[in-house]
Nanobody, 120 residues
Framework: VQLQASGGGLVQPGGSLRLSCAAS????????MGWYRQVPGKQRELVAN???????DYEDSVKGRFTISRDNAKNTVYLQMNSLKPEDTAVYYC???????????????WGQGTQVTVSS
């Protein structure tokens, strides 16, 4: 299973970006799709995740500004980021919990990371 993230870039404070992450390979079901972020010297932290049923969870600082969504037919997750702040600057990673077959176990896979920089 491979994950390909895209959509990062440089944006001014108050601006918006939309991240995407698509999975390919041997996939029966993606149970959880999530976005994490990491800045140098700090641990990677959960930004948001979404289950197969559409239940979502957000880190407190992004609630009301970020929206996670998924397209199961495309094995893709999106992160719409609005009202961006300089403290949102980080490398953003997607992580999928993938079940490879009906009776198979689930494993976590990470994307390669995409840089988001919020600066004037």
């Amino acid at each position: 299973v491979q994950l390909q993230a895209s959509g990062g870039g440089l944006v001014q404070p108050g601006g918006s970006l939309r991240l995407s992450c698509a999975a390919s390979g041997s996939i029966f079901r993606i149970n959880v799709m999530g976005w994490y972020r990491q800045v140098p010297g700090k641990q990677r932290e959960l930004v948001a995740n979404i289950t197969t049923g559409g239940n979502t969870d957000y880190e407190d600082s992004v609630k009301g500004r970020f929206t996670i969504s998924r397209d199961n037919a495309k094995n893709t997750v999106y992160l719409q980021m609005n009202s961006l702040k300089p403290e949102d600057t980080a490398v953003y990673y997607c992580k999928f919990r993938v079940q490879g077959s009906y009776f198979g176990r689930s494993y976590d896979y990470w994307g390669q990371g995409t840089q988001v920089t919020v600066s004037s």
